[in-house]
C-alpha cells in the first residue's frame, strides 16, 4: 500500500532528468512551488531580497547558502509562518489554503520540546488531525497509514517508544513519518540532515529517493556542499537573493558557490567534480 | 465530621457543593494540560488576579440596578470581562512594545489586582456591600452557599470538561509544534485563544469555591502531578481530571467539616498533597524510582569495573 491520499487533480507525468530542460516540458504545468520576486525583512534588516524560484515535481531541490542566508526564512516565508514585504507563492498553481493538503512541511527537530507526552505513534498520528478534523475517529486505514509511515522511515518498532528517549537521528525520522503519513505531493525540509548519524542519513535519503521518484517535488534547505551533486536534481543556491538557481550540473558550480559564500568557498574539489566540473 | 464530609453524609446542600468542587476540579486538571503543555500558566494567574475588578464593579452595577449584587452568573459575568480586558492589555503590552511578556503579565496583574482592592473598598461604602460577602471570592467558601450556586459551578465544569474533550487534537498539536500545526492546516491562534478562554472559564467558574488568589494552582498541580505518572497525553488528561477532582472533593469536604477555613487553600494543599507524594512514588519520573534506577547503574558499572 502505498502512503497517499486520494487526488483531487490528476498530477502529470512529468519527469525532469537530473539536467531536464528548465521550462520547456513544464509549460503547461504549474510547479509544485513557485516563488515570485518574495521578499522579507526582519524589522529593518532584509531577511531575503526578490527571490523568485520554481520548484517541480518529480525532483529533490536543495536549497543552498551560508549561514544567515535566508534559506529557512525562505521556507516559513513561503509557508505563510513570516509575513512578506512583496512577493507571491503558489503551490501547484493555486494559493497553499487551496493545496494545503498536497504540502506537507517537516521542521527543524530543535524547534519543540521532546519531553512532550507522546510516544512516537502519537506525534506521527498528528500528522492526520487536520484530515480528521475535530471528532473522526482513527480508523484501522489511519492506523495503517501511520504504521507504513514509521515503517518506511524505519522507526516501526519504535511506535510506542516515549519521543523523550530517541536520539537526534530517531527524532528527525519520526518528524519525516508525521509528514508522510499526510500523504502529500510536495515535500518542504528544514535542514532534515542536520545532526543526525550517518544510519539516518542513508534511511532519509532513501524515503526523499522514493518521494521523488513516485513523482512528488522534494525541497529540502540543506547545508553540507559535499553531499549536494550525489542526492539532489536541483539547487537554489541563495544568499539573501537568488545567486543561481537550476539542474545541479548547471548551477553547482565553483563560481557560483564562490558567488553564494563570498569567496570563503568549503567544498572539496571531488565534490564539484562529481557534479561535472 | 471530615470522614461524613468526604462521604457525603453533611446533607444535601454540603454534598452538592462537594460534587460540584470535583467537577471543577476535573475541568481544571484537564483544562491546566494544555496550559502547562503551552507554557501559558503565568498567564492564567494574571487572568485570575484580574477578575477581582470585575467583580466589584459587577456587584456595584448590579447594586446600582437594584438587583441583589450578589447573584452568581452576574459577578461571574464581570469577572470574565474583567481578565478579558486582562487578556487584551497583557497581548497589547507583549505585542506592541519591546516589553518582553513576563514583564507585561506582572505588570497587568497587579494594576487589575489594585484596580479591585480600590473597589472593593468602594463595596464597603455602599449599603449592603458589607455583608456582601465579596472578600469570600479571594480565598474561596463553601459555607452558605446556595443551591443554584453550586449547580451553576458544576455545569460550567461540565462546559469546560466537554469542549476540552472536543478540541483535545488541536489544542495538543499545537502545544507540541504550533509552526508544524499551522501549516498543516490547524489554526494555532485559535487553538491558544481555546487554552486560554477554557483556563478563564475555569477560573470564573471556581471563584467562588477556590477564590481567585489561588485558583491558578487548581488549573497548574494536577496536571504537573499527572505528569509523574505518564508520557501519553491521553492518559494525561484522564489523571489531571481524577487528580483536580480529588483536590475538589477533599478541599470542599474538609472545609464543610472546619467552616472557619476558607476552601481555596484546603482544595490547594489537597492538590499539593499529592503532588508531593507523586513526587517520591511515581514510577520513571518519581525520586525513589530515580534513585533505584540510578543506583542500579552505579552497581552495574561497579561490576563491570572489577571484571
Avoid at chain 1, 512516537?120 to 509511515?149: K, Q, W
Avoid at chain 1, 558557490?257 to 574539489?269: K, M, N
Avoid at chain 2, 459577578?75 to 487578556?87: E, H, I, N, V
Avoid at chain 2, 484596580?115 to 452558605?144: H, K, N, R
Wanted: net charge positive; with cysteine; aromatic share 6%.
Amino acid at each position: 500500500m502505498r502512503i497517499s491520499a486520494p487526488r483531487s487533480t490528476p498530477r502529470p507525468a512529468l519527469r525532469r532528468a537530473p539536467d531536464g530542460e528548465r521550462g520547456t516540458g513544464a509549460v503547461f504545468v504549474a510547479p509544485a512551488l513557485a516563488i515570485e520576486g518574495l521578499s522579507v525583512a526582519y524589522g529593518a534588516t532584509p531577511a531575503i531580497e526578490g527571490v523568485s524560484a520554481s520548484f517541480a515535481s518529480g525532483a529533490m531541490s536543495a536549497i543552498v547558502g551560508p549561514n544567515g542566508a535566508g534559506k529557512s526564512t525562505l521556507l516559513a516565508a513561503a509557508l505563510g509562518q513570516v509575513a512578506p514585504l512583496a512577493g507571491r507563492v503558489r503551490f501547484f498553481g493555486t494559493t497553499l489554503d487551496r493545496a494545503r493538503r498536497r504540502v506537507a512541511y517537516v521542521p527543524q527537530r530543535a524547534g519543540v520540546d521532546w519531553d512532550f507526552p507522546a510516544r512516537v505513534h502519537d506525534v506521527v498520528a498528528m500528522g492526520l488531525y487536520a484530515e480528521l478534523g475535530l471528532f473522526r475517529r482513527f480508523g484501522p486505514a489511519h492506523r495503517a497509514r501511520i504504521a507504513e509511515a514509521l515503517e518506511r522511515v524505519g522507526m516501526a518498532e519504535f511506535a510506542g517508544r516515549q519521543i523523550g528517549a530517541l536520539s537526534g537521528g530517531q527524532q528527525q525520522r519520526v518528524f519525516l513519518a508525521r509528514a508522510l503519513v499526510q500523504g502529500a505531493d510536495l515535500y518542504l525540509l528544514d535542514e532534515p540532515f542536520a545532526g543526525v548519524d550517518a544510519a539516518t542519513e542513508a534511511a532519509i535519503v532513501d524515503v526523499l529517493r522514493g518521494l521523488r521518484n513516485a513523482g512528488a517535488a522534494v525541497v529540502a534547505v540543506h547545508h553540507d556542499l559535499a553531499t549536494v551533486p550525489e542526492w539532489f536534481d536541483a539547487v537554489l543556491l541563495l544568499n539573501r537573493r537568488v545567486i543561481a538557481a537550476g539542474p545541479v550540473a548547471e548551477t553547482f558550480t565553483r563560481a557560483n558557490l564562490s558567488e553564494t559564500y563570498g569567496g570563503r568557498l568549503a567544498i572539496a574539489p571531488e565534490a564539484l567534480r562529481a557534479a561535472g566540473e | 465530621m471530615l470522614i461524613e464530609a468526604l462521604t457525603l453524609q453533611l446533607g444535601y446542600n454540603a454534598t452538592l457543593v462537594t460534587l460540584g468542587a470535583a467537577c471543577l476540579g476535573a475541568a481544571a486538571g484537564m483544562a491546566g494540560v494544555f496550559l502547562v503543555l503551552r507554557r501559558r500558566a503565568l498567564v492564567s494567574d494574571a487572568l485570575a488576579h484580574a477578575t477581582l475588578p470585575g467583580l466589584a464593579a459587577a456587584f456595584l452595577a448590579m447594586s446600582a440596578l437594584g438587583l441583589s449584587g450578589r447573584w452568581l452568573p452576574g459577578l461571574m459575568a464581570g469577572s470574565a470581562l474583567a481578565a478579558l480586558a486582562a487578556l487584551w492589555a497583557i497581548q497589547a503590552l507583549a505585542g506592541r512594545t519591546r516589553l518582553p511578556e513576563d514583564a507585561a503579565i506582572g505588570a497587568v496583574l497587579s494594576v487589575f489586582f489594585g484596580m479591585g482592592v480600590v473597589l472593593m473598598t468602594v463595596v464597603q461604602t455602599i449599603p449592603g456591600g458589607q455583608q456582601a460577602g465579596l472578600e469570600s471570592f479571594l480565598l474561596g467558601a463553601t459555607s452558605g452557599m446556595l443551591r443554584a450556586e453550586a449547580l451553576t459551578i458544576a455545569a460550567g465544569a461540565l462546559v469546560v470538561l466537554g469542549a476540552v474533550l472536543a478540541l483535545r487534537r488541536p489544542m495538543s498539536a499545537v502545544a507540541f509544534d504550533a509552526r508544524h500545526a499551522a501549516i498543516a492546516g490547524l489554526n494555532p491562534r485559535a487553538a491558544d485563544a481555546a487554552i486560554t478562554l477554557l483556563a478563564l472559564a475555569v477560573t470564573v467558574t471556581g471563584l467562588k469555591i477556590v477564590g481567585l488568589v489561588l485558583i491558578v494552582a487548581l488549573l497548574i498541580v494536577p496536571p504537573a502531578t499527572a505528569r509523574l505518572w505518564t508520557g501519553r497525553i491521553d492518559r494525561l488528561l484522564l489523571l489531571a481530571a481524577a487528580f483536580g477532582a480529588a483536590a475538589g472533593w477533599i478541599g470542599a469536604a474538609a472545609s464543610a467539616a472546619a467552616a472557619d477555613l476558607p476552601t481555596g487553600p484546603l482544595v490547594v494543599l489537597s492538590a499539593a498533597a499529592m503532588f508531593a507524594l507523586s513526587l517520591l512514588v511515581a514510577p520513571g519520573r518519581g525520586v525513589i524510582a530515580r534513585a533505584l534506577a540510578r543506583a542500579r547503574l552505579v552497581r552495574g558499572l561497579a561490576a563491570g569495573g572489577a571484571r
